[in-house]
């Protein structure tokens, strides 16, 4: 459609504009959720050594190679392995030695018999081990060192968050240092003499606040620091004014105020600083980005709360992985079925809230998150929404049984 901007030129003009946040040196403990800006490097072998998998005995395999139930094999047990000791005496033949999981395998030894395949077991194992089951083969139950990971390996790659699953790994590989980009500094502005402030009670012709809510919340989640969270009316002076004591802030997102109405305070106050487009896009046609005089990136985002959370989405979690350094800022999609029909706006991509169908687990379903599809205003459906369903600008109705792209958010 004639004059309207691509949703793809419109972010690739916010992706240029992205330049990193500043870099810090912390442990990984202390540098949890947010991105690595160098690679990880391993100070340990994980293992650490060769150790048990099992708790068992430690053998020869050539000892027990050939025992059965019928024609056990009798080994004399010299000593007890207990996890956090060392394994200094050897297994000579015919001998072995007592083992628990995470143990050093001691020397000599080749294979862990689990207890279950013995005749006594751990109970009844004090001077001899009757072994009834033969290991598979040499190594058996037996954890490498390094088998995971050497000294000198990469353990994580720049860009990687430092999520709950990668902190550990960290730690287990003896890193005790790591570099990551520090957390951006947001501002969340909400636009409207309407509003009201969040949990008091709307006076006459009020409304309350969600959409700063909303937004920190968002914020929070891409691993930006919400620095302030406010309101202005709909005199632009309040946004200049709240503008000029923002030095140091790194991306300044508001709601409201873009469009052409006539009481418009964000492109009031900031028409000819900053790019206010009108995108191909449903809802959230009405943007606004530039960068302010103190280098912070400024999104202004439609007023209307799922235009704020599709905006949000689609330009400004980008924006604030990149400036994290984040491998990856776009999240994964998932192709799933419609549960059923709808109609979508002409040459315009549509972002509908959705919930996902798991009646069947083998065959999940994207169902509209309310009766109202993808319209702006629907915010008490939108926390019901699990994700976004994704429909071209060229597709004019969605049947049930179509396939679509779905970006999921929780």
Known sequence: MMGLLSVEDHLADILAHVRHV???????????????????????????????????????????????????????????????????????????????????????????VPFEQTAGGLADSLDTALVRTAPPAAGAHVRRRAEDIAAGDIVLRAGSLLGALQVPALVAAGVTEVAAFRAPRVVVVSTGSELSAPGSVPAEGQIPDSN???????????????????????????????????????????????????????????????????????????????????????????????????????????????????????????????????????????????????TDPRAWRARPATAGGSGSHLVGGLGLAEGYAIVPEDVAVVATGDLVDVMLVV
């Open 22 to 112: 500043e870099m810090q040196h912390a442990s990984p403990i202390d540098a949890a959720g947010r991105t690595l800006a160098a690679d990880a490097i391993a100070a340990l072998d994980i293992p650490a050594f060769d150790n048990s998998a099992m708790d068992g005995f430690a053998v020869r395999f050539a000892d027990v190679a050939h025992a059965a139930p019928g024609a056990p094999v009798a080994l004399t047990v010299i000593g007890d392995v207990p996890a956090g000791s060392v394994a200094a005496l050897p297994v000579a033949p015919a001998t072995t030695q007592r083992i628990m999981t995470g143990a050093p395998v001691p020397p000599g030894a080749d294979a862990i």
């Open 212 to 358: 700063s809510t909303l937004l920190a919340g968002l914020v929070r989640d891409a691993g930006g620091e919400v620095v302030l969270r406010t309101s202005v009316g709909d005199d632009p002076a309040e946004l200049t004014r709240l503008l000029a004591d923002q030095h140091d802030v790194d991306a300044v997102v508001t709601s409201g105020g873009v469009s052409a109405g006539a009481y418009e305070p964000v492109k009031q106050a900031l028409e000819g600083r900053v790019r206010f487009s009108k995108v191909a896009m449903q809802p959230g046609k009405p943007q606004a980005f530039g960068a302010l005089d103190t280098g912070a990136l400024f999104f202004g985002l439609p007023g209307n709360p799922v235009s704020v959370a599709v905006s949000f989405e689609v330009f400004v979690r980008p924006a604030l992985l990149a400036l994290q350094g984040r491998a990856s800022i776009h999240r994964p999609l998932l192709r799933l079925p419609a549960a059923t029909g709808w109609r979508t706006p002409p040459d315009r991509r549509q972002y509908a809230p959705i919930v996902i169908d798991r």
